[in-house]
């Protein structure tokens, strides 16, 4: 009775419910505090403060039918849209406007009005494994074919050869996402101007426009110093996804925006699609007190120590248990080698200890899992032993 | 280079934004207070005071990581739903649970979830003309043909002959938006009942499901004490759309719900779908914040006799001049018969006065125009010696 296309998905979600409901049993026998749910995203730091205050003032000065109603264009409040602009230019040294930005309905609803506005069915959109999951449900929404270049499990740095090979003339759209999830690696900046460059090459070669869509929710997110090239100086056709759910802890509220600079090829008629394609998918446009309040915590920022003790607590950790592990330098993920062939059995087996994570099949990775740390530093330093006692399961 | 199926679309926006702009030039040239804009459905009526206290309240009393935070399924908070659900129970005699309900980004968002969920390519999508225009487009993301039935002008009530003719097999769903945009007009319980034993023979006739989807954001702005059915008791396979938009003056917070009853077929199925449908369109949740909000104010609504006494004295004022109008009874539009044969000619001269009106073939019935009467008082008063110096191009 409900659409074909959506007879795979509804069963694939039953699998992730499935374990979001074994989450909530074990912690109904257990109690929450002994359950290790590292399987989501989700953060566990509250907004700044800042966020707070910034919302009770805005009650206080802003005339509710603007600040409640409809924005003029569906791409948002033009304050808002320049203070966005103006805020990036200052720290990337772009030369964006407000007609640049389109305010979202977080990064998810930004990526979604992006591939609608650009992919006909057919269209090809290339991506690096591992890769966010629901790259793949966002490109089939408009019929586009996702094309996955493999992981490079050295680095996990993209594999820049065999992305050249699989350009083809169909090619509309590369979706890149650094820092990554599930990896936490950041792409370096000789990886950015490497892809580039075979991008411009590629173009010329086939007299096409390539998108290089940059999906940037964990830009914020970073240790160690680590630097995140901003692609518009690299590439001229890309386009910026962005969500204020991590840097300000706002995830349930869909908040973020798209760039759509000047120097991607017709820019104004991309931006106009941008606009209609914001209307007509019905989110018509970015819930508006978010809206304002984002623009006044635009220099605002989530507590990054709290994700770098995690980091640096769970990896060592891990580490010492004899489990191996890129250290991320970015997002708040761990992705760890499962010791089984089949992490899948990894995961069952975590799980005999009230452990939850994902297993890298689901994105695009087989033979890896995806620790998500940003829960308590409680849960963290509980769960170790747990790990310990997992671990001689494999390593005795 | 934008994607083929936004191509007519940017251009028939571009017409839009044209209209828009020329308002903005307007009120620059002779000052806003100087021009009546009834072309949007934009409330001029702030929200109650109570949303002010509740959001108050909410950042005082509830934790920000779920207050903020992503929702445990994508369909919403569960105590949301239960109050919205118990909610509809008293007050429509309904016996709806939580899991029923299905939060969504407005009545936009929640058409789309449920077409998404329910359309295939090529399936027929019913609705009665005069309708509003983004039925089209809702319908063609998800590959879904429009099949119009002709309007009714006699009474705006739905043709329900031609209704029977034109169900096929194909047809996979029919919408219903009652009280009506663009005509203010409220089906009769009669017509609901005739609509509902055509649609059952019909199911029965060629052995299919089709859905009532019935998109209600106007049903609480209702006058003359005018009764407006709960369609869920006439039609088992009704989903029922609906928006706060209108009810607490909050279009940009983009806060609705999707009714999806057990008596529907396979209902568990079509919910999971729903719930997949909110992720992968890039909704994942209806905003958090305005979720907790509107299940606090579930029982406040906006100030109807704000738009009673616009609607009398645009309707009586218009009369008086002599236009022919239907006086609605619902909604905050008035659907005013063109005196000119070709409806847009007569947008043309209505310019002229300052006076911005939308053409009927926007929503499938031409000769006709829509007036949005939600602006100030003022702007109504201050228009109708205006109408009357246009009505004099006309009936002299």
Request: net charge negative; glycine share 8%; charged share 25%.
């Amino acid at each position: 009775m409900i659409a074909e296309k959506m007879k795979n998905m509804v069963a694939n979600s039953s699998a992730i419910r499935a374990m979001f409901e074994e989450g909530n049993r074990l912690a109904g026998i257990y109690g929450a505090e002994n359950v290790y749910d590292f399987s989501l995203g989700n953060p566990n730091v509250a907004a700044p403060e800042a966020v707070k205050q910034a919302i009770r003032e805005l009650l206080d000065e802003e005339d509710p039918v603007v600040l409640h109603g409809y924005t003029n264009s569906n791409c948002g409040y033009a304050d808002v849209r320049e203070t966005v602009a103006a805020s990036l230019n200052e720290r990337f040294g772009t030369h964006f406007e407000g007609k640049n930005i389109v305010m979202t309905v977080g990064a998810a609803g930004g990526l979604n009005v992006i591939l609608k506005s650009l992919i006909n069915p057919g269209d090809e959109v290339i991506v690096f494994a591992p890769y966010f999951g629901e790259y793949r449900s966002y490109t089939n929404n408009y019929d586009g074919v996702l094309v996955e270049i493999s992981p490079n499990t050295e680095n996990f740095q993209p594999k820049l050869d065999e992305f050249e090979q699989k350009i083809t003339p169909k090619t509309k759209a590369v979706i890149v996402n650094t820092p990554n999830n599930p990896t936490g690696v950041v792409y370096s900046e000789e990886t950015i101007r490497r892809l580039a460059a075979i991008m411009d090459a590629k173009q010329k070669e086939y007299g096409t426009e390539i998108f290089l869509i940059s999906d940037e929710p964990y830009r914020e997110l970073v240790y160690d110093g680590a630097k995140v090239p901003y692609l518009t100086k690299y590439y001229a056709n890309t386009v910026v996804g962005y969500s204020f759910s991590k840097s300000l802890s706002l995830p349930g509220e869909r908040i973020g925006y798209l760039v759509i600079p000047d120097e991607v090829s017709d820019s104004e008629e991309l931006l106009a699609a941008a606009n209609v394609a914001t209307r007509i998918l019905g989110f018509v446009n970015a819930p508006t007190l978010q809206q304002k309040l984002v623009a006044k915590c635009i220099r605002e920022k989530t507590d990054i120590s709290f994700y770098d003790r995690n980091r640096e607590t769970l990896y060592n950790g891990l580490r010492e248990c004899g489990f191996e592990c890129i250290k991320p330098e970015g997002a708040f993920y761990l992705f760890v080698k499962s010791p089984a062939a089949d992490e899948k059995e990894f995961c069952a087996a975590a799980k005999k200890y009230n452990i939850l994570i994902v297993p890298g099949s689901s994105f695009g990775c087989p033979g890896y899992v995806r620790l998500a740390y940003c829960v308590s530093y409680g849960t963290i330093v509980n769960s170790l032993p747990k790990f310990k006692e997992l671990s001689k399961e494999y390593f005795s």
